[in-house]
C-alpha cells in the first residue's frame, strides 16, 4: 500500500512541477494591461506664468474647508486651462481625489465613467490642475471624493471658459 501511495504521489507531484509554472505565466498573461494614464491624469506642478490670464477666482464655491478657485488660461480665447486650488486647511477626509465631471448635478458615489480624474488633494497650499477641453465649452462640477469613505466629500460648479468670452458670467 505504502509503495502504490509513494507512486501516486510521486506522479502527483511530477504534474504539479510542471503544471503550477505554466499556469502561473497563463496568469500573467491572461490579466489585463496596467493601465495608461491620461494626459489628465494627475496633478502637474504646472508654471502658471504660462497661464497668464485670470479667467475665474472664487473663495465660496466649496463648502468648508475654505478652498479658494482660480480658473487660468493660456490665451484669449482659451485653448488650454489650469485650475489652481489654494487649499486653506487641511481636508479631514482620507486620501481627497479630485474630479471634474461635465455636469452640474450633485455628486454620488461612485463617480460616473464619465468622470476625469485630476489629481490628489495633498495638504494645504496651491495646487495646479491640467482641466479638460470639455470645461472650455460645458460648465462642470468639481468633485472631492474620499474612496475610503465611500463618499463625494464636497463639491462645487465651475463655468466654462467660453462663458467668459462672451460676458456670460
Known amino acids: ?44 506642478e504646472t508654471d502658471a506664468s504660462g497661464f497668464p490670464h485670470l479667467l475665474y477666482s472664487s473663495g465660496d464655491n466649496f ?21 489652481q486650488l489654494d487649499v486653506k486647511e487641511h481636508l479631514q477626509a482620507p486620501e481627497p481625489l479630485l474630479y471634474w465631471i461635465r455636469s452640474s448635478k450633485t455628486a454620488e458615489f461612485p463617480p460616473p ?21 470639455d470645461a472650455q465649452e460645458t460648465d462642470g462640477r468639481l468633485v472631492i471624493y474620499s474612496f475610503p469613505w465611500k463618499k463625494a466629500v464636497m463639491s462645487a460648479t465651475i463655468p466654462s471658459a467660453i462663458s467668459f468670452a462672451t460676458g456670460g458670467r
Request: aromatic share 6%; charged share 15%; glycine share 6%.
Open 1 to 44: 500500500m505504502i509503495n502504490s501511495l509513494r507512486k501516486r504521489h510521486r506522479g502527483i507531484f511530477g504534474l504539479l512541477a510542471i503544471a503550477l509554472p505554466l499556469l502561473f505565466i497563463a496568469a500573467l498573461l491572461a490579466r489585463k494591461p496596467v493601465p495608461k494614464m491620461s494626459e489628465y491624469s494627475l496633478a502637474t
Open 63 to 83: 463648502a468648508d474647508p475654505l478652498i479658494v478657485t482660480y480658473l487660468r488660461s493660456d490665451s484669449l480665447p482659451a485653448a488650454n486651462l489650469l485650475l
Open 113 to 133: 465613467a464619465t468622470a476625469i480624474f485630476l489629481g490628489s488633494i495633498r495638504g494645504k497650499g496651491l495646487q495646479d490642475f491640467t482641466l479638460p477641453s
